[in-house]
């Protein structure tokens, strides 16, 4: 029976301490087959399209934080799946917005260091969906699509919720995040329900756990 360790958004150079070394000792005490990072491993914070923080950093100085923050996860992590997520992508965006081919920007793996993952919007493993899930929560494009489903975007929840058809059982896991909510780039959601911080694992494709993190109180 095949295990996938799932990892929440990063948001890195925004990812709350210690949540890193709580992925690593999920790795060490489960040993799943797969590795999966359910997207925004990179926050692009200077580059948003939302008002950003005048007083943070600049993109230079934020990317080079973000790079020695990501070369942390892939020591832990060497080999993984990575579901590309709205952050992640915020340079591409810019860069058609400008009118600039794409043949001009670099991979993901060429600017990060990590030339041993794989970077992908969608992935399936033993008939279970794997995306970053902008628009609806899981438990709806589970429905919708008809398919288990695993994916993050949305900070506030994590949760597991199993259907049953006639010939068919599916479930949806939302995985939760990693995000340090007291950082600057966080700033938009002060004001929203506290952000879930946690990881999943999925069994044969099956059975999902989520992992949550305890938190000391701020």
Known sequence: ??????????????????????????????????????????????????????????????????????????????????????????????????????AWIREYNDVLGTPNWEWVERVVIDDV??????GPKAHVRAQRDFQSTVQGHHHTVAYVQNFAGADKRLFACQVGCGIDRNAYAMGYAKNFQRPFISCALIEGGELATVFPMKLEEK
């Open 1 to 102: 029976m095949s295990k996938v360790l799932v990892i929440g958004d990063p948001h890195e150079p925004f990812c709350l301490d210690g949540y890193l070394e709580f992925c690593r000792e999920k790795k060490k005490k489960y040993r799943p087959d797969r590795i999966v990072f359910i997207g925004d491993i990179i926050d692009n914070h200077y580059a948003s399209f939302h008002s950003t923080d005048p007083a943070g950093m600049g993109g230079q100085e934020e990317l080079d934080l973000a790079i020695a923050k990501v070369k942390l996860w892939y020591k832990a992590f060497p080999k993984a799946t990575v579901c590309i997520g709205n952050h992640d992508r915020l340079a591409f965006r810019k860069a058609v917005d400008g009118d600039v081919p794409l």
């Open 129 to 134: 969906q794997y995306v970053h899930g902008e």
